[in-house]
């Protein structure tokens, strides 16, 4: 079973920057594959970026490559996602996620959720 629990959302002019962070508990955590997610009410939710087990490889979604980096602190079972340069457009909930394997993140498949950390974006 793995827990995780994210912070950091909040309130934010356009061009400014927020931090997420998302803690993990779990014998298998520091093995997964980590990934945010947001989702708009009436949207399906999206993949944002993710991560392999090591921190090593990622992956970002088009519209936020340039803009967010996502990273992980194998000591701290803590995952990241840096989000600079913030647009009107990315005001959502942003969920915690994990995986077994990253291509299988990238897809879509999840088998844990955090709760989701609300971020909006003022114009």
């Known amino acids: 079973q793995v827990q995780l629990v994210e912070s950091g959302g909040g309130l934010v002019q356009a061009g400014g920057s927020l931090r997420l962070s998302c803690e993990g508990s779990?014998?298998?955590?520091?093995?997964?594959?980590m990934g945010w997610f947001r989702q708009v009410p009436g949207q399906e939710r999206e993949i944002v970026a993710a991560?392999?087990?090591?921190?090593?490889?990622?992956y970002y979604a088009d519209f936020v490559k340039g803009r967010f980096t996502i990273s992980r602190d194998v000591a701290k079972n803590t995952i990241y996602l840096q989000m600079n340069n913030l647009k009107p457009d990315d005001t959502a909930v942003y969920y915690c996620?994990?995986?077994?394997?990253?291509?299988?993140?990238?897809?879509?498949?999840?088998?844990?959720w955090g709760q989701g950390t609300q971020v909006t974006v003022s114009s």
């Open positions: 996620a994990a995986q077994t394997l990253l291509r299988t993140i990238v897809g879509g498949e999840v088998d844990y």
């Open positions: 779990g014998r298998t955590f520091s093995s997964k594959a």
């Open positions: 991560t392999g087990w090591t921190g090593e490889r990622t």
